[in-house]
């Protein structure tokens, strides 16, 4: 991939904003540069720009380089981001599954982007001649999420890696809920092909979708284009200082996500015994897609029981479906009681 070749010119002629923080990093006795308060310490001062500190951690937790890392307001923000970078409003497209993650078509939309849709086969698989098909000389990204959302299957690898190589433009796989997969990230694979992207997110096993903090991982080319383009103090310093506390609790997310894909499991054999179930799809994330004899009628009781599922049924390939998250043993058991009560 030629990087130069699919950037849009005017991003390629760009000059960035450049704070205070980024013309000086380091400590010193007196900051006079950015006509910050100097009472309420340490929450008057800007937040590192570049989360270097943060960066360093998460390269050491994920075996990569700090400067193969993006960090932005949840995933959502490099998604934009990308679209920004590389898609010429009215004139380029992107090429994506459906069904999949909604906020693509939304961020697609926003920034005046065609979206050109392959739709899964019936088992929820992909076929990456199928989506290769679909790219023209206008197309610049193709987005796929694995695992994926509506559908919580984990896609083929071989599949994407033979996208990957037959795209001549970024293919960004959005890993959002790959902690719960049994399969390994294609994280590792962004050493060997420039025009790879992926999408990890702290809002799934770590606990944290509160604090808003998602990471993009690609080459350094890649990452210095979405700093050139990105806000200027994009994470908050509430946000860095969270995540840099519980990044140091490895363990307890592990623990966590033990817990839920054994929730999971139970919840597979519950559902199935259910007589208004049609069938439970098998899952590799932290959520059940389940098919249900009058589903839009059962996700209206559970609203009346206080118990908030999402009704997936208009979603294509999802008819008469509900998408229910894992909860805790608990939360969970609260579920399976209201539902015995329709039997």
């Not at 984990?154 to 960004?172: A, E, P, R, T, W």
């Not at 992926?198 to 979708?209: C, D, E, R, V, Y």
Request: hydrophobic residues 40%.
């Amino acid at each position: 991939m030629n990087l130069e070749e699919i950037l849009r010119r005017n991003i390629q002629s760009l000059k960035p904003y450049s704070s205070a923080r980024d013309e000086y990093t380091g400590e010193a006795m007196v900051f006079l540069d950015a006509n910050e308060n100097p009472f309420n310490q340490p929450y008057n001062r800007y937040p590192d720009p570049l989360q270097r500190e943060l960066k360093e951690k998460i390269a050491v937790m994920k075996g990569c380089n700090s400067s193969q890392i993006f960090l932005g307001n949840g995933s959502d923000e490099p998604i934009d981001l990308l679209f920004r970078a590389f898609c010429e409003p009215g004139i380029d497209n992107i090429v994506t599954i459906d069904p999949t993650y909604g906020m693509y078509q939304v961020a697609a939309d926003i920034n005046n982007v065609e979206v050109k849709k392959v739709k899964l086969k019936e088992d929820y698989s992909f076929s990456a001649d199928e989506l290769l098909a679909e790219v023209n000389e206008k197309t610049k990204l193709i987005f796929v999420c694995s695992p994926n959302n509506p559908t919580a299957n984990l896609l083929d690898k071989k599949q994407m890696i033979q996208l990957i190589k037959g795209f001549s433009g970024l293919v960004v796989v959005d890993e959002a809920y790959i902690d719960f997969a049994p399969g390994a990230s294609l994280l590792p694979e962004i050493e060997k092909y420039n025009n790879l992207v992926i999408l990890q997110t702290f809002s799934k096993a770590w606990g944290m979708a509160g604090i808003r903090l998602g990471m993009a991982f690609a080459t350094p080319e890649i990452i210095r284009i979405l700093n050139k383009i990105k806000y200027p103090y994009n994470i908050n310093i509430l946000t860095q200082q969270k995540a840099l506390e519980l990044i140091g609790q490895e363990k307890q997310k592990d623990e966590w996500v033990e817990i839920l894909i054994q929730e999971r499991d139970k919840l597979v054999g519950k559902f199935q015994d259910f007589p208004f179930v049609v069938k439970v799809f098998p899952s590799d994330a932290n959520f059940l897609l389940v098919k249900m004899y009058d589903a839009r009628g059962i996700y209206d009781f559970l609203v009346e029981q206080g118990i908030i599922v999402r009704d997936r049924s208009k979603v294509v390939l999802c008819e008469h479906s509900l998408r229910i998250t894992v909860g805790s043993p608990e939360e969970n058991e609260i579920l399976i009681e209201k539902l015995n009560d329709l039997i």
